[in-house]
């Protein structure tokens, strides 16, 4: 169970003029800069009371201007808006030009103490975000001794204090609020997963990053983007927000980083390299991977030890190797290596869910590059046959399906495409194009069941023996979201049902 967001203990109080004095041009048609406000807010169901409400216009077509009055009715004791709204007669009313930016402003000032007491790591990329971001906060707890904050696509977390993500990176105000709780409750490092619509939106432009990491930079959310280079050009925007002379890890082994660090924000950062393919500050060599995890020598400046991980498959030395290089110098080699060595698993990334006569995994696979990872990394596990569970989601980049049904062909013994999160989608219509990226002669290996708890079963019943079951692109999710309703769906429990019922 998640806990109900707090506003922290020790309430900040500023006035509208300073919190808006570097927000451009304000009109006040209502009160005046002397009005003194005790938080923001951009959701008018997320009030305190006190606060300033900003309208904001959203990306997915609501607009915060119709919902000035509710705001003021739930506590709102003023509003910044781009034009005049009815917002009752007691709450106090800015004019700016752009309210987003105003935001963003706001937050800087508002929560500039709050955030000044904080050491913020980010952690970018396709894929490995959320595995690299509790690492990190593993190890930093580990090695130190004292609780961290860590927000990302699970799970947002205050110490052992934990909130329901709704999305990866939190919005602005949200993120403020973690912020005011963490530093108002003595913890000194907050480390987050910021994702590429975050940074496009803004949302984490009030903050400033002692370290940066990036994983990898391969093709997701083009629906968004709309061309790679758009998103690689959204991703890039961290840098800007990392301190001079800040840490920004860098896996050398991925073209899409290597763009990023070519930079100029990066060239006043000190660089801190990882590979597995080259030489670099940090590398792991002599790399063993098996069912039950991985080992390998870790090499730092420091010298050489010898690490073994829970994590499964290459791609999380990868990770292992960003956690170290981020953490590195804050904690002690041995420190580093006993954490990575006690570490668990992060849920439905690569997570064995059954280990009988042959083993089910679920990931948060939902790309062609982190699909092919997975099924890379568990290929190369001693098995008889990998069966492939996968579909794509709905409203997303239509691109990547048929290059998802290629991958899955081209490595995969037995394929079973279904549905994955369709949204307002088909599901039928999804699956065809999925479909279409499989050569005519792998077809006769390829099953196509919509229903994803049958999907499920058929491959728990298909599976014999060293079978290796891999079920893609739900992970830790617990529903399928269908014509904007989400209901309760866990791959992990489908596969408990289809076990007692082939095995009882």
Do not use: W
Not at 64 to 80: E, I, M, R
Not at 147 to 161: D, E, L, M, N
Not at 207 to 225: A, E, K, P, Q
Request: proline share 3%; with cysteine; charged share 25%.
């Amino acid at each position: 169970m998640y806990g109900r967001f707090c506003h922290g203990g020790q309430h900040v109080k500023m006035s509208m003029g300073e919190m808006l004095k570097n927000a451009g041009k304000v009109k006040y048609i209502k009160g005046g800069p002397d009005t003194v406000v005790t938080g923001i807010a951009e959701s008018s169901e997320e009030m305190r009371k006190g606060s300033v409400f900003f309208c904001i216009k959203g990306f997915g077509g609501a607009n915060g201007h119709d919902f000035a009055y509710a705001a003021v009715k739930n506590g709102a004791s003023a509003v910044v808006c781009e034009k005049p709204v009815s917002a009752g007669k007691s709450a106090a009313i800015a004019i700016v030009k752009n309210s987003r930016a105003a935001l963003i402003e706001a937050a800087r000032q508002f929560y500039r103490e709050k955030a000044d007491a904080l050491s913020f790591t980010g952690i970018t990329g396709t894929k490995g975000k959320t595995t690299v971001s509790y690492l990190i906060g593993a190890l930093l707890e580990g090695g130190l001794k004292r609780p961290c904050a860590v927000a990302g696509t699970i799970k947002y977390r205050v110490g052992r204090k934990e909130y329901e993500s709704m999305t990866t990176t939190p919005s602005i105000t949200r993120l403020c609020r973690l912020i005011e709780e963490s530093a108002d409750a003595g913890i000194r490092d907050f480390v987050m997963e910021v994702s590429s619509h975050a940074l496009d939106q803004g949302r984490v432009s009030h903050i400033t990053f002692d370290t940066v990491v990036l994983t990898n930079v391969t093709r997701d959310h083009l629906d968004y983007h709309k061309t790679y280079g758009a998103y690689l050009k959204a991703k890039s925007k961290i840098t800007g927000l990392l301190k001079t002379r800040g840490r920004i890890v860098i896996n050398r082994d991925d073209p899409g980083c290597l763009r990023i660090a070519s930079g100029n924000a990066c060239k006043r950062a000190d660089r801190f390299y990882y590979s597995l393919r080259s030489n670099a500050m940090f590398r792991a060599v002599d790399i063993k991977t098996g069912f039950k995890g991985a080992s390998f020598t870790l090499v730092t400046p420091s010298g050489r030890k010898r690490v073994k991980t829970n994590l499964i498959g290459r791609h999380n030395v990868y990770n292992a190797l960003a956690a170290a290089a981020a953490v590195y110098g804050k904690i002690s080699d041995e420190d580093i290596r006993r954490g990575l060595q006690e570490f668990r698993l992060v849920p439905g990334r690569l997570e064995p869910v059954y280990s009988g006569k042959f083993g089910v995994i679920t990931d948060y696979a939902h790309t062609p590059d982190s699909l092919e990872k997975a099924m890379e990394a568990l290929n190369a596990l001693s098995h008889a046959r990998l069966i492939t569970v996968f579909g794509a989601g709905g409203n997303r980049d239509r691109g990547k399906r048929p290059l998802m049904g290629r991958v899955a062909a081209r490595l995969s013994d037995i394929i079973i495409i279904t549905t994955d999160n369709p949204r307002f989608e088909e599901p039928e219509g999804i699956i065809r194009e999925i479909a279409a990226g499989i050569p005519k002669k792998e077809m006769k290996n390829t099953l196509i069941i919509k229903d994803r708890r049958k999907a499920i079963e058929t491959a728990v019943c298909l599976a014999r023996e060293n079978d290796i079951v891999l079920l893609a692109g739900k992970g830790h999710e617990g529903y399928q979201a269908i014509k904007g309703k989400k209901y309760s769906f866990s791959d992990a429990v489908e596969v408990k049902k289809a076990l007692k019922r082939r095995f009882g």
